[in-house]
């Protein structure tokens, strides 16, 4: 499980590096106006890019856990069955076992 909760945090990682990226270039025009002393000029463009590519890199950090999260619920729920079944039978094979031992001998 360690293997997967490292995949996990290095997504969440690698979504937040994406969105500063994103950030940053979609400011980066204001941080070099402001640098040199002018004013910048605002570029909808260049924001509603950014806005694209921080919404998509999240929708799909978003639905890869939801689809993982999944899987790993169905295979809990399928090794949980799969133990159940076992017990169910063990229990019916020592009872059965129980009822040969304690019955009485047939002359």
Do not use: C
């Not at 040199?36 to 260049?46: K, L, N, Q, S, V």
């Not at 856990?65 to 295979?75: A, K, M, N, P, S």
């Amino acid at each position: 499980m360690g293997d997967t909760a490292q995949r996990n945090k290095g997504s969440l990682i690698l979504a937040w590096i994406a969105t500063g990226l994103a950030t940053l270039a979609a400011v980066w025009p204001g941080i070099e106006a402001f640098a040199e002393g002018t004013r910048a000029d605002y570029d909808p463009t260049i924001a509603l890019t950014a806005l694209t590519a921080i919404g998509l890199v999240w929708y799909t950090y978003i639905t890869s856990q939801t689809l993982f999260h999944g899987r790993v619920t169905w295979e809990t729920a399928q090794a949980r069955a799969a133990d159940e079944a076992r017990e169910r039978r063990e229990s019916s094979a020592t009872a059965v076992l129980a009822e040969l031992l304690h019955s009485p001998t047939r002359p």
